[in-house]
């Protein structure tokens, strides 16, 4: 059974910065390509962040320059470091695979940026 554990979020003030983790279990992490994800309040799912199993990158437009995917596959662990928060980057924030598998959501982080 997959687990996808997220953590990291928290109450931060715009311009600051959070670091989020992933640990995945019952999957085999080093060849999946994996993503954030990002649910704001009223608003639909949107794909953050993609880091392939080689570890190349993309980012949504709106986080680019400001975001930072990298993956620990000896730790089974995929992190999202954010600066510059901005008060539209308030959201749950969640990771799955690259496509999403629908039975991999977690219970995501929240991320709240706010002065």
């Known amino acids: 059974q997959v687990h996808l554990v997220e953590s990291g979020g928290g109450l931060v003030q715009p311009g600051g910065s959070l670091r989020l983790s992933c640990a995945a279990s019952?999957?085999?992490?080093?060849?999946?390509?994996m993503g954030w994800y990002r649910r704001a309040p009223g608003k639909q799912r949107e794909l953050v962040a993609v880091?392939?199993?080689?570890?190349?990158?993309n980012y949504a437009n709106s986080v680019k320059g400001r975001f930072t995917i990298s993956r620990d596959n000896a730790k089974n662990t995929v992190y999202l470091q954010m600066t510059s928060l901005k008060p539209e980057d308030t959201a749950i924030y969640y990771c799955?695979?690259?496509?999403?598998?629908?039975?991999?959501w977690g219970q995501g982080t929240q991320v709240t940026v706010s002065s």
């Open positions: 880091i392939s199993s080689g570890a190349r990158t």
């Open positions: 019952g999957i085999i992490f080093s060849i999946k390509a």
């Open positions: 799955n695979t690259y496509p999403v598998n629908d039975d991999y």
